[in-house]
């Protein structure tokens, strides 16, 4: 089953959720006056990361779901440069 159909719920959500949370993060970066969250943008972007690895959790088998195994490498990668940066 591809990760496009919408008969499995679930995989829908979570695509919902990356696109959702993508929207929250740029609206945050751009709030003006700031949100009550005064986290630097780095944080703000390390926390939408935190929330990505929740919906695609270690668990995801790269032989069943290639497309959801990506989007968590590509997560864990920025998650590390952010990390690395603000040191």
């Given at each position: 089953?591809?990760?496009?159909?919408?008969?499995?719920?679930?995989?829908?959500?979570?695509?919902?959720?990356?696109?959702?949370?993508?929207?929250?993060?740029?609206?945050?970066?751009?709030?003006?006056?700031?949100?009550?969250?005064?986290?630097?943008?780095?944080?703000?972007?390390?926390?939408?990361?935190?929330s990505v690895l929740e919906v695609?959790p270690s668990s995801v088998d790269?032989?069943?779901?290639?497309?959801?195994?990506?989007?968590?490498?590509?997560?864990?990668?920025?998650?590390?440069?952010?990390?690395?940066?603000?040191?």
């Amino acid at each position: 089953m591809s990760a496009n159909e919408h008969d499995d719920e679930g995989r829908t959500d979570r695509w919902q959720s990356l696109v959702t949370g993508a929207f929250l993060l740029e609206e945050s970066l751009e709030a003006t006056p700031p949100p009550s969250d005064t986290r630097p943008p780095g944080a703000l972007a390390v926390s939408y990361l935190d929330s990505v690895l929740e919906v695609f959790p270690s668990s995801v088998d790269p032989v069943e779901d290639f497309e959801g195994y990506a989007i968590r490498r590509m997560a864990l990668a920025l998650r590390r440069a952010l990390e690395e940066s603000g040191r």
